[in-house]
C-alpha cells in the first residue's frame, strides 16, 4: 500500500514538475529559436517580431510597437499557457495567415520549457 501510494505520489509530482518547465532551458532555447526575432527583459523592443513582455494574458496583437498581420489582430486570442502552446506547436494552425514564418516546435518539453523562460517577463 505505501509502495503504491508512494509510487502515484511520485507520479503526479513527476508530471507537475515536467508541466512547470525548466527556465533555464527554456532560455537555451529561446536564445536559439525565438531570439533573432523576438525579445524580453526590461529594454525589450519589437523588432523584427513583437516583444514578449508580459505575454501570458495579453490580447494577441497588442503590443503598440509592432506591425501585427490583420490575421493576428483578429484572432481573438488571449494568450495563456495553453494558447501559447497551441500556437508555438503550430503556428499556422491556430493562426492562420499570421506573418511569424516558424515552422513550430514538436518538443512538449522544449515548450513548456520556453513557457516557464517567458512567465519570469510578466
Not at 17 to 38: E, L, M, Q, V
Not at 39 to 53: D, I
Not at 105 to 122: E, K, N
Request: aromatic share 10%; hydrophobic share 45%; charged share 20%.
Amino acid at each position: 500500500m505505501i509502495k503504491t501510494t508512494l509510487a502515484v505520489l511520485a507520479f503526479c509530482f513527476g508530471a507537475s514538475a515536467h508541466a512547470a518547465g525548466d527556465p533555464r532551458a527554456g532560455k537555451a532555447a529561446f536564445d536559439r529559436r525565438c531570439a533573432s526575432c523576438h525579445k524580453v527583459g526590461p529594454a525589450a523592443r519589437s523588432g523584427f517580431g513583437p516583444q514578449l513582455n508580459g505575454i501570458v494574458g495579453r490580447k494577441a496583437g497588442a503590443v503598440d510597437d509592432y506591425p501585427y498581420s490583420s490575421a493576428m489582430r483578429a484572432s481573438g486570442i488571449v494568450w495563456s499557457d495553453q494558447t501559447l502552446a497551441a500556437f508555438l506547436r503550430a503556428p499556422e494552425q491556430v493562426v492562420p495567415g499570421n506573418r511569424m514564418r516558424f515552422w513550430g516546435i514538436g518538443s512538449a518539453q522544449q515548450i513548456d520549457d520556453l513557457l516557464a523562460y517567458l512567465r519570469r517577463f510578466q
